[in-house]
């Protein structure tokens, strides 16, 4: 491979590598720090609230809290669903139905997530309600409040202080939060450390992530083993001998993370690692896409090696099209590999047959002299077959990507849609003086919340979907040269190893399933792209394949 060639293949490699990073960031659950970044919709109510002893002190009256809480809305753009009076006093909790209603449908996830009202002292003039408020807020069930007057009417100085204290911690909140999203915006797109701390990496002076002189090549050679083809359980356990403090999950979770590969992923955030000069991946975007590859089938890459057996969930048979389970025998020659089927129907209509063994099975040799080949013989490489199989596989992949598309569009302009019938429907709200034609309205606009939501929700399915086919494509549908040297190799890797996980892998990698009958292989199911390059390839004589 020339070196343009190389450079070109990297850069593909690099493509590849941020498409599964951006698959990764929309499936992985966000710690709290990182869910400051993502934008929640805010949907609110307006409450508006009067009590008897508030009647002789010009406390504005709810008409008029919802006319100065109905304009502030439109004003600032907000959505409102709702509105909602009461005429109950605040001065001791739990005494508002119409109130503490409010909070139940917000934390059942309800129609609305927000409050809009007058003043502050509309909501609360107890502490115990204060503090419900307030901690609410704190766990984002409440995701906004907003007040049309920052105006105080009280009589003691108690109420007065309670409700400064309670617009003054609010404030305090709005900004805090606005400031620590920036602030972590701006040091993500840096590649500094968040407090996401990165096995065999540092956090530097200057906020970087630096490789640790004490662990970072411990943890290179794990990844260089985990290629190879070692077990998790067996690097966990080499990591531990040599003092390190890993769990299974933390271990499965870093041979996922592409940060290691050089994508940082943050929040909703996908951050080219090239930002930072110095950082130094301990994996090459290729090699961590084969092992994405490898463990596809098995997300957790884990397996145990005391009950591990090549070719289980590969072999089927012919007769009863289970898959025959592999075993150790014992000949003359020793011990070997033997894949049995042990259906007992299966057994039983060969023995009325008197078909001998009495069991089908094949020898774990025979399989893997089929497989090689094969793999010699039947898949040779030439360039124009490869470019008519890639061209036939990304228009079949990515024709229901383009299909999943469509749907989008289609779900997205009947939101639009939907949003613009809301929006009638909060300014009718808005103007409404009755308060049954009022409510009668704001379930309409909850009937049109819940399908939004519900549309929203297939959006979003159907974007990660999108991204899992496309990171997938990327994956399995490598450049020529790659393909080419896959083909010279992977016969010598067999031949030369007996590592029978790497054997089980590889093999593993090019054949979907095998069938087998009467001790030899009379069917197979391939692998992409092998699949579509077998498809178009021309042999001659009879093509035992499916």
Same mark, same amino acid.
């Given at each position: ?15 590849? !590598? ?17 869910? !400051? ?10 409450? @508006?609230?009067?009590?008897?002893? $508030? ?26 669903? $709702? ?6 006093? +605040? ?21 609305? &997530? ?15 309600? @204060? ?8 766990? $984002? ?6 007040? @049309?007057? %920052?105006?105080?009417?009280? $009589?003691? +100085? ?10 003054? +911690? ?38 970087? %992530? ?49 940060? %290691? ?12 690692? @090239? #930002?930072? =000069? ?26 145990? /090696? ?19 389970? =592999? ?57 124009? /077959? ?13 024709? /229901? ?13 009947? #939101? ?45 399915? %159907? ?17 020529? &040269?790659?393909?080419? &040297?896959?083909?010279?190799?992977? #016969? ?55």
């Amino acid at each position: 491979m020339n070196e343009s060639t190389s450079h070109i293949e990297d850069i593909r490699q690099k493509e590849a !590598l941020g498409k599964y990073a951006e698959l990764f960031t929309l499936k992985r659950r966000k710690s709290e720090k990182e869910k !400051l970044l993502q934008e929640d919709r805010k949907i609110y109510v307006i409450y @508006a609230r009067k009590s008897t002893e $508030d009647s002789e002190r010009q406390v504005q009256s709810i008409s008029d809290q919802i006319e100065h809480c109905t304009k502030f809305a439109k004003d600032n753009d907000l959505e409102v669903v $709702d509105i909602i009076p009461e005429e109950r006093s +605040a001065k001791t909790a739990g005494r508002r139905p119409e109130f503490q209603r409010i909070l139940d449908v917000i934390k059942e996830g309800g129609s609305y &997530n927000s409050i809009l009202s007058w003043h502050p002292d509309r909501l609360s003039r107890n502490m115990k309600e @204060a503090g419900e408020i307030l901690d609410m807020l704190d766990k $984002d069930i409440i995701l906004d409040l907003k007040f @049309a007057s %920052y105006t105080f009417n009280n $009589d003691t +100085a108690g109420k007065m202080t309670l409700s400064i204290l309670f617009a003054m +911690a609010k404030e305090f909140s709005d900004k805090l939060s606005d400031d620590t999203k920036r602030g972590i915006h701006k040091t993500i797109k840096e590649g500094k450390y968040c407090g996401s701390m990165k096995r065999g990496y540092y956090n530097s002076r200057d906020g970087y %992530y630096r490789e640790d002189k004490d662990t970072y090549e411990l943890y290179k050679k794990a990844w260089e083993e985990y290629l190879k083809g070692k077990s998790q359980q067996e690097i966990l356990q080499e990591l531990k001998d040599q003092g390190e403090e890993i769990n299974k999950n933390s271990l499965s979770n870093m041979f996922q993370d592409p940060f %290691y590969a050089g994508f940082y992923c943050y929040g909703d955030l996908v951050v080219d690692m @090239a #930002v930072d =000069p110095k950082f130094k991946p301990m994996v090459s975007p290729t090699a961590f896409l084969t092992l994405q590859k490898i463990n596809r089938g098995n997300p957790r890459g884990w397996k145990n /090696t005391s009950d591990f057996r090549p070719f289980n969930d590969l072999v089927i048979c012919s007769q009863c099209n289970n898959f025959m389970t =592999p075993g150790i025998s014992t000949g003359r020659g020793g011990r070997y590999l033997n894949i049995t089927c042990g259906n007992s129907k299966c057994k039983k209509l060969r023995k009325e047959k008197g078909i001998t063994p009495i069991s089908n099975t094949i020898r774990g040799k025979e399989l893997l002299d089929y497989v090689c080949n094969f793999l010699e013989n039947d898949l040779k490489v030439d360039r124009k /077959t490869y470019e008519k199989a890639k061209r036939k596989y990304l228009e079949e992949n990515l024709s /229901t990507v383009k299909g999943n598309r469509e749907k989008i569009r289609v779900w997205r302009t009947k #939101v639009t849609k939907l949003e613009s019938e809301k929006k009638k429907m909060m300014d009718r709200l808005f103007e409404e003086k009755q308060k049954d034609v009022g409510d009668d309205i704001s379930n309409q606009c909850n009937v049109l919340i819940n399908e939004i939501r519900s549309l929203e929700k297939s959006i979003k399915e %159907y974007e990660i979907n999108n991204s899992e086919i496309e990171s997938i494509v990327e994956m399995d549908f490598p450049d020529y &040269n790659t393909f080419l &040297n896959f083909f010279k190799n992977i #016969v010598t890797a067999i031949n030369n190893t007996d590592d029978a996980y790497l054997i089980d892998q590889l093999v593993k990698l090019v054949f979907l399933n095998i069938t087998v009958g009467d001790k030899k292989v009379l069917k197979y199911t391939l692998n992409e792209p092998f699949k579509t390059y077998k498809s178009l390839k021309l042999l001659s004589g009879v093509d035992d394949g499916t």
